[in-house]
């Protein structure tokens, strides 16, 4: 079961794409793609993309960063975690 991150800090400035052709891969988040959201002032959390609804991704969340670390604010790494899809900074694609 997901648990939603309530409250993400908006994108600072607009959303990176990263793949072998990011101009080409650019569009919402797809399972197997790891997305970054801003959690906190200098916390970004790394999630593996698992499902993709309409503005809502959910995933296992595979890094807390930039600094590696277990936890922040009762979240860990393996947690299940659903944002909305507004606050993806940044989107890895598998490819």
Do not use: I, W, Y
């Given at each position: 079961m997901y648990?939603?991150?309530e409250n993400p800090?908006?994108?600072?400035?607009?959303?990176?794409?990263?793949g072998n052709d990011a101009k080409l891969n650019?569009?919402?988040?797809?399972?197997?793609?790891?997305v970054t959201i801003r959690a906190g002032d200098s916390i970004d959390f790394y999630i593996l993309v698992e499902?993709?609804?309409p503005d809502l991704v959910?995933?296992?969340?595979v890094g807390i960063g930039p600094d590696p670390r277990w936890e922040y604010q009762g979240w860990s790494y393996g947690g299940k975690i659903k944002v909305p899809e507004s606050a993806v900074t940044a989107i890895i694609r598998a490819d």
């Open positions: 648990k939603e991150f800090l908006p994108p600072k400035f607009g959303r990176m794409f990263v650019q569009g919402p988040p797809r399972p197997n793609d790891t499902e993709c609804a959910s995933g296992e969340l």
